[in-house]
């Protein structure tokens, strides 16, 4: 009895180190024989009871020892298996099979809108100037005819830098007016595009950083004729509007002061609700030079005469894209910008 069984195990122990499954059903045999809940191999450990004492040892050890290259030999077949099932998946790579599309990038709607505006002034003579953000008070304010405790410097919230009431972040693009003033003589013909901050609180209509778009013309006799002219080209360029007016208005460094209105129309519900029902919206800002702030600037007011106008870059994207609100134009959603990939 006792060398039929030991012949019965060792038989098992040649079986499991001959073994040699290679797909998943035949290594699945082998785990179901060897190592699975209702092995071959378990009611081998009940049989020590009916072996002889001094051979008890000797079959404990033995069946311990078939269990662990049982377990062994598992483990390993099964890396053999995966290993080649992942091969064969790597062959079946369909080579022919169209590629992952490729997500293209779209250009902001802010910086859309704002080429097109620079593209627009160029056409005519203007070129791009650009200054630095964080400015002092004399380019921001008082060059341009807003001294300390002028009350025009309430139309602007602004941020000073924690170390310093001089230095600032400009509140608007009309201190690159001031630059280049004093850098130049005329005649002068810019179009400044860039980023300014306010300090206000954001909303749908208003945000702390937004950008604009200045425009400066000084030469000898220029007048208000020409920068209406200049404003009715525009509004025909960018919105296709040939209706324009131009009411008074006031900024500390133009005068007469003037606001900019096209006329949008009233086509339908929209234009009603963007126009509050009267079928004009407002543009820009802007007026003849100061002499004031020519003087400032190093330029002869006796000589020369100009006209600057500003306008806010996000205000024009969202009258063109009609978006409602200003602050989907910060978030930066994919989403949204994804919308705009087929503009220019
Ligand atoms: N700087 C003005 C603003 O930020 C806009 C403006 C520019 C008005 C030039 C007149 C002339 O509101």
Request: aromatic share 10%.
């Amino acid at each position: 009895m006792s060398a039929e069984i030991f012949d019965k195990v060792k038989g098992l122990l040649k079986e499991i180190q001959d073994a040699a499954p290679d797909n998943t059903d035949a290594l699945e045999q082998f785990r179901i024989r060897f190592v699975g809940a209702k092995n071959v191999l378990k009611p081998l450990f009940g049989e020590i009871r009916n072996i002889s004492n001094e051979r008890k040892k000797e079959f404990g050890q033995l069946v311990n020892q078939v269990k662990q290259e049982a377990e062994a030999k598992f483990n390993q077949l099964k890396a053999q298996v995966e290993a080649k099932a992942e091969e064969a998946d790597a062959g079946a790579l369909d080579l022919t099979a169209p590629g992952e599309p490729l997500e293209l990038g779209a250009r902001h709607p802010v910086s859309i809108v704002m080429n097109r505006i620079v593209k627009i002034f160029e056409r005519i003579g203007f070129v791009v100037a650009e200054e630095r953000e964080i400015e002092d008070d004399w380019h921001n304010f008082t060059a341009m005819n807003t001294p300390e405790d002028h009350p025009a410097r309430d139309m602007q919230d602004t941020y000073y830098l924690q170390d310093s009431t001089k230095m600032l972040l400009r509140t608007h693009t009309s201190s690159v007016q001031a630059r280049t003033m004093e850098n130049n003589q005329p005649p002068i013909r810019i179009i400044a595009p860039g980023r300014v901050y306010r300090n206000e609180t954001i909303s749908a209509r208003s945000h702390c950083q937004f950008h604009q778009v200045e425009g400066l013309y000084i030469a000898e006799n220029v007048s208000f004729a020409d920068l209406k002219q200049t404003l009715l080209y525009f509004a025909k360029e960018m919105y296709g509007k040939t209706k324009i007016r131009l009411r008074p208005s006031y900024f500390p460094f133009t005068e007469p002061s003037a606001e900019m209105d096209i006329y949008w129309g009233l086509e339908n519900e929209t234009d009603y609700r963007i126009t509050k029902g009267t079928g004009w919206l407002e543009i820009l800002g802007c007026g003849m030079v100061d002499p004031q702030v020519l003087e400032n600037c190093g330029i002869d007011p006796e000589k020369y005469s100009g006209f600057a106008f500003g306008m806010g870059i996000e205000r024009q994207a969202m009258m063109l894209y009609k978006i409602n609100d200003i602050r989907l134009l910060f978030e930066n959603d994919v989403r949204f910008l994804n919308q705009f990939s087929s503009a220019y």
